[in-house]
């Protein structure tokens, strides 16, 4: 019996715009084009800021960065994730059904979660490790757990063309 997610990529599958990313030439790697454009954004803009808080370029206040990169960061995902999900419609049901695009989905989520956590936790106490000191330690292990986590997300996105 086909679960209700199964249901639910079955009728993705078939719905106008699937059917208009199999069927157009050009649709396909355009909106390839801007799903690589949306997540270099996003991981270029949250490594960076990552590599801040592991302790790199001390002398840059972690608060003047944070205004000029996050909002890259979220710019880069509002186009990586709906861009994102017109690719999944291109082929749903295996896509969708992919242990690796799973894990990935669940990744993007844990990414989600460790950047919450770092912002309501450690994240409000910057003023004091704004500039010239070494981050505290939550701060420096968010930062690295981020940095794995994006590595991840790429990797598992590029693998679904070939073990998805
Ligand atoms: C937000 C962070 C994301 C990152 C860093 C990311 C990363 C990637 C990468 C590296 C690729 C391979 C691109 C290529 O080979 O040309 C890819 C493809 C893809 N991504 Fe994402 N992605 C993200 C979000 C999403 C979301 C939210 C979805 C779905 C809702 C999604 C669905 C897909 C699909 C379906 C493919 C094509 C897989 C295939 O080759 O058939 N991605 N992604």
Redesign the pocket.
């Known amino acids: 019996m086909p679960t209700a997610w199964q249901n639910a990529l079955e009728g993705l599958h078939s719905t106008p715009a699937a059917l208009a990313m199999r069927q157009s030439e050009w649709l396909y790697p355009t909106v390839?084009i801007l799903?690589?454009l949306?997540?270099c954004a996003?991981?270029g803009a949250a490594g960076l800021f990552d590599l801040r808080l592991l302790g790199l370029s001390r002398q840059i206040p972690v608060q003047q960065m944070a205004a000029h990169l996050l909002p890259v960061a979220w710019v880069g995902?509002a186009v990586?994730?709906p861009s994102?999900?017109l690719?999944?419609l291109?082929?749903a049901r295996s896509?969708g059904a992919s242990p690796i695009?799973l894990v990935?989905?669940a990744l993007?989520g844990l990414a989600g979660l460790n950047a919450w956590v770092f912002h309501s936790g450690v994240g409000r106490s910057v003023q004091t490790w704004n500039q010239d000191v070494n981050p505290p330690l939550a701060a420096r292990l968010a930062a690295l757990c981020s940095l794995l986590i994006?590595v991840a997300?790429?990797a598992l996105?590029?693998l679904?063309?070939y073990l998805?």
Do not use: N
Request: aromatic letters at 18%.
């Open positions: 390839e799903h690589i949306g997540f996003l991981v995902f990586a994730a994102g999900f690719l999944l291109s082929d896509i695009f990935k989905m993007i994006w997300v790429i996105g590029r679904i063309a998805g």
